[in-house]
């Protein structure tokens, strides 16, 4: 077992501030995971029993990084992360956003190849690394976890599709009102039920949407002066969410 503060070669530039060894039924979020509708012989036996490990992980922590080789799976056990690739420049390009119940790094596993994309830590996040034989011995083994991962894949193919048609085709402006809906629908609202649950930049909105940030800072202003939303700060509250999605082109 790693030691607290060691170098931690799993994920790549964190450090470990702590080290976690919950049980697989007593985590509070497996209920929206892929391992929900397991039967069976119990998940530590398969998985907490074959080198699998939960590692606390702080904000700004790379998970892994574009164009290294995939070692296995993460599962997000709590927090929130992006995943982005490298354009020209540098310039970043968020293409998914994970929460809590969500599998990270399984694509380039399944394919053989190495990562797309970089996984980032937007808040303090805990996750779980299963490695590359533990997975495969669980897909293989277990049809119900293998169709969950194939739900899984396809969801995660949608997002991705309808990210590049709003690219392609919607103006800014309605994109940056669908980033809004879309980080609602990841990560939910806060007990009021108006502010979304997640802090994120005007340059990562950017990287969603896929514009300058003075757009995006422009936009907000706009979208706040039309009482659409409320902005204090990194938190965005939804005031209007008929009109925003009138706003983003989506019609009920």
């Known amino acids: 077992m790693l030691k607290l503060d060691e170098p931690n070669p799993i994920f790549m530039t964190a450090r470990i501030s702590e080290i976690i060894i919950p049980t697989c039924d007593m985590c509070y979020s497996r209920l929206n995971s892929l391992f929900s509708d397991w039967e069976g012989k119990p998940v530590e036996a398969v998985v907490f029993e074959r080198g699998c490990r939960c590692n606390r992980l702080p904000k700004g922590s790379a998970i892994f990084q574009e164009g290294t080789a995939a070692l296995g799976m993460y599962y997000l056990n709590r927090g929130k992360v992006k995943i982005y690739k490298l354009g020209e420049g540098g310039k970043k390009q968020i293409v998914r956003l994970a929460n809590k119940g969500d599998l990270i790094g399984y694509k380039a596993l399944i394919s053989g190849e190495v990562y ?3 996984a980032e830590v937007i808040d303090d996040t805990c996750l779980c690394f299963i490695p590359k034989n533990t997975f495969f011995e669980i ?3 277990t049809p119900e976890v293998c169709i969950k991962l194939m739900q899984r894949l396809a969801q995660d193919l949608n997002f991705i599709e309808r990210m590049l048609i709003g690219v392609a085709q919607k103006p800014v402006r ?3 009102a669908l980033a809004i809906l879309t980080l609602k629908q990841t990560y939910g609202l806060e007990a ?3 502010t979304i649950s997640v802090e994120l930049s005007r340059e990562d909105i950017a990287s969603i949407v896929g514009t300058a940030t003075e757009s995006i800072i422009r936009l907000l202003s706009e ?3 039309d009482h659409i939303i409320d902005v204090q700060g990194r938190k965005i509250k939804i005031l209007d969410h008929d009109r925003l999605l009138r706003a983003a082109y989506i019609f009920d």
Request: aromatic fraction near 6%; hydrophobic fraction near 35%.
């Open 116 to 118: 797309s994309a970089t």
């Open 139 to 141: 897909i293989t083994s």
């Open 223 to 225: 979208f706040k002066k």
């Open 192 to 194: 009021d039920e108006a």
């Open 174 to 176: 309605e994109r940056v």
